[in-house]
């Protein structure tokens, strides 16, 4: 096993254990660059990082490495340019000759895009069918027909795979497209360099050219009204040709703080779609799309026990995969229920044993009304919409019969719980703050 793929199984781990913030702070651009009589070496990007990481993580990193591989001892630290730590970790074996396809991960630098996002590889179900249908829809219909096209949801829930597929799907069809994909971080750097080296023109004729546009993770433009001010204007000169335009973000764009609107009314012009969590059958297809090299390791209970466990978003369920595949090159055998409960053990929560009266109290601290009223007869109207919203949860997250729901509060009817369940659903479709609210509460929960 090589170096990154060591790393790799170790970071799904992290990522597992720790809030995506403090994963992305401290763990991006890290590799192992050296390996010597036990001890690990991690190189990365600066002082600050490297001292951070042997204060606070050390011993972490440490059990995580000695569970993965067991001829580790210790783990040290190395500054080292970024560009020396991608060469390293392709270089650098342990023992073995199994590499990572690292080919996989080349971004074509003229157009952003990655020839590994396709929808070969895309998995599709309930929670993302009409965004993936309309995705197809734009396809055939570039700059016609829904231009533009916004998708929002939580992170992890494949906006930006669905957004490079779209990209790489043209560009096949259609080679002589113009292609670009950039996030807004990128957008909003290339026009502040531009500005300061006074090429501001260069930098409206490089993004006028295209005859498609993809910008992810547009709520990073928040606070950045010079970038708001040149989107602006850049949108009107993509719209009024009939370049196909394509947004995503965490969030409808109404409920993007400080977007202008003027944009607002821009994003409204063509078609607004929203991602979920996906539901059970969903998780198991895309749980089997990523297994599938490992099938006659991995057996159908395996896959259906961390479905049903995970309830989280596609890359919780990627990482978990990791470290059932990881755990499989290792030992060199197939993995059992039992194996697969020990080593996730740590890293995912049961939903089986959930509290109810929890899940009342946040959603109703959320809400700033007493729990007390949920469990009561009272048909007030600020409490019929909290108490319809737990029911939603507690059947669409946690998977709880609605007997059992209308049991836990207060004693209802399956059947009011089942039109509760069905009413929040259909309205979430149509209404974006009863979306964001539910979402909301779902990352309070998690």
């Known amino acids: 096993m090589d170096y990154q793929q060591l790393w790799n ?34 190189g990365v990007p600066n002082e600050f990082v490297k001292d951070w990481l042997t204060q606070k993580y050390h011993k972490f990193i440490l059990r995580i490495l000695r569970s993965i591989h067991e001829s580790v001892r210790s783990v040290s630290f190395s500054v080292v340019k970024p560009e020396s730590l991608q060469k390293k970790a392709q ?60 998708v929002y949801g939580n992170t992890g829930l494949g906006k930006t795979h669905m957004m490079q597929a779209i990209g790489n799907t043209i560009k096949k069809n259609h ?4 292609i670009f994909f950039t996030s807004l971080e990128k957008f909003y750097m290339d026009l502040v360099n531009s500005t300061n080296l006074n090429k501001i023109n260069s930098f409206k004729e490089k993004y006028r050219k295209y005859d498609v546009f993809i910008l992810d993770d547009i709520q990073f433009i928040t606070g950045k009204e010079k970038t708001q001010d040149e ?51 969903s998780r198991f297809a895309i749980i089997k799309t990523k297994t599938t090299e490992f099938k006659d390791k991995i057996p159908q209970e395996v ?22 595949i990881n ?9 059992s229920l039992n194996d697969a409960k020990v080593l996730l053990k740590n890293s995912i929560r049961s939903r089986k044993n959930v509290s109810v009266p929890e899940i009342v109290k946040v959603i109703c601290d959320y809400y700033n009304i007493s729990d007390s009223f949920i469990y009561n007869k009272t048909r007030r109207k600020d409490v019929v919409k909290p108490r319809q919203i737990i029911m939603y949860i507690l059947r669409e997250v946690f998977d709880i019969s609605y ?40 990352n309070l929960i998690n």
């Open 9 to 42: 199984s170790a970071l799904s781990q992290v990522e597992l254990e720790l809030s995506r913030v403090n994963f992305n702070t401290w763990f991006k651009n890290t590799r192992i660059v050296d390996y010597k009589d036990g001890e690990v070496i991690i």
């Open 91 to 150: 270089s650098i074996q342990i023992s073995g000759n199994n590499t990572l396809p690292l080919n996989d991960l080349y971004v074509n630098k003229d157009d952003g895009l990655n020839p590994r996002y396709n929808f070969d590889n895309f998995v599709v179900g309930s929670f993302n069918d009409i965004a993936f249908a309309t995705s197809q829809a734009v396809i055939n219909n570039l700059g016609v027909l829904y231009n533009p096209f916004f």
């Open 175 to 178: 080679p002589e497209k113009k």
């Open 231 to 281: 989107l602006f204007h850049l949108f009107n000169s993509l719209y009024e040709t009939n370049k196909q335009i394509i947004f995503s973000s965490d969030r409808h764009p109404n409920f993007i703080t400080g977007l202008e609107d003027r944009l607002k009314s821009r994003f409204s012009q063509g078609m607004i779609v929203d991602v979920s969590l996906p539901d059970f059958e």
């Open 303 to 324: 896959l259906e026990y961390v479905a049903e466990t995970v309830h989280g978003n596609i890359r919780e369920l990627e990482g978990v995969m990791n470290l059932l």
């Open 327 to 335: 755990y499989i090159n290792i030992k060199k055998q197939a993995i």
């Open 403 to 442: 007997p059992v729901i209308g049991e836990r509060l207060g004693g209802r009817d399956h059947t009011t719980v089942i039109h509760s369940y069905e009413k929040i659903k259909t309205n979430i479709k149509t209404n974006p703050e009863l979306n964001k609210e539910i979402e909301d509460i779902k």
